[in-house]
């Protein structure tokens, strides 16, 4: 069993997640926060640098532009992403990673094109990676497990600061289900987690009335090192499987080989499957 300590109290975060409003039906005038921001400091919060090899110079003309949130589906911290993104044979990346107490691992410079969204499309533009910035939440996304009090301080301070350093608008912040392509590829964030909470602390932090909420003693959560989880119509191969639950579709060996049972890769709808809730066994297989 892999054993790890949430910070802070779960209950309260439980009770402030709320299912996301799409960003897309519902656009943000951010003219009037722009106007008070205007001359506002917006530091970078600290970073724990874990340089990731998953990465590419952005095409030349493109300009930051929209920031992109993501699950971990892994029960590890926010090092051992970091360490997962470092490994070549990952094929993966983001530009940050915000642990569940709150730090924040950063893969990639925010100037260089980190590959965390693949096959997408925002607002009528594709290839999502090359104008936006990737922030991965350390988060199990079987949508039972709360996000933090502590994480969601740390995205607060983050996106504010990517938001007033490019000059991105609110309506800008998404989700990677939503960018991806086809729709129903990904299913990151959970629908546990809030971005109307970000938004309204990002509001707050550019008004200059954010208030960081009161921190309570945490607690300890096991989770395994596997969960399973239902095939669903479309879901019917390993990659798939790894694409919709794990974020990258290289992580297909790790579901092959904790599913012998299945023939030819082929899994049929309301099948239950094994998935890893840890790096460890992409390590053993990839090398």
């Known amino acids: 069993m892999t054993r790890f300590i949430l910070t802070p109290l779960l209950l309260s975060v439980l009770a402030a997640c709320q299912a996301p409003t799409l960003l897309s039906q519902r656009p943000v005038d951010t003219s009037s926060l722009q106007r008070q921001s205007t001359g506002l400091r917006v530091a970078k919060p600290p970073v724990e640098v874990m340089t990731s090899p998953n990465f590419n110079e952005r095409p030349e003309g493109a300009k ?25 044979k ?11 107490t709150g730090y924040i691992v950063e893969s ?24 936006s910035i990737g922030i991965e939440i350390c988060n199990v996304g079987d ?17 504010s600061y990517l938001v007033k350093q490019y000059q991105i608008p609110l309506d800008r912040i998404t989700r990677h289900r939503d960018v991806a392509v086809p729709a129903g590829r990904k299913i990151d964030t959970s629908n ?20 960081s909420p009161v921190q309570r003693p945490p607690q300890v959560l096991n989770i395994g090192d596997t969960r399973e989880v239902v095939v ?11 694409e919709m639950h794990l974020d990258h579709e290289t992580r297909a060996i790790e579901i092959a080989h904790l599913n012998p049972q299945v023939r030819d890769g082929f899994i049929l709808p309301g099948t239950r499957v094994k998935i890893p809730t840890t790096y460890a066994l992409f390590a053993t297989l990839a090398r």
Do not use: C
């Open 143 to 159: 949508g039972s497990e709360a996000y933090s009090d502590a994480q969601y301080e740390t995205l607060i301070r983050l996106v």
């Open 90 to 100: 990952a094929g993966a990346s983001a530009h940050f990673t915000v642990d569940r």
């Open 64 to 88: 930051i532009s929209a920031i992109v949130l993501h699950h971990t589906a892994m029960a590890g911290d926010a090092r051992e992403t970091g360490r997962f993104f470092a490994n070549p």
């Open 108 to 131: 990639v410079p925010e100037h260089l094109r980190s590959w965390h969204a693949g096959r997408s499309e925002f607002q009528g533009v594709g290839d999502v990676n090359n104008y």
């Open 192 to 211: 546990n987690f809030s971005v109307q909470r970000v938004l309204n602390g990002v509001k707050a932090v550019m008004a200059g009335t954010y208030q």
């Open 232 to 242: 669903q119509a479309g879901q019917t191969t390993f990659a798939l499987l790894a």
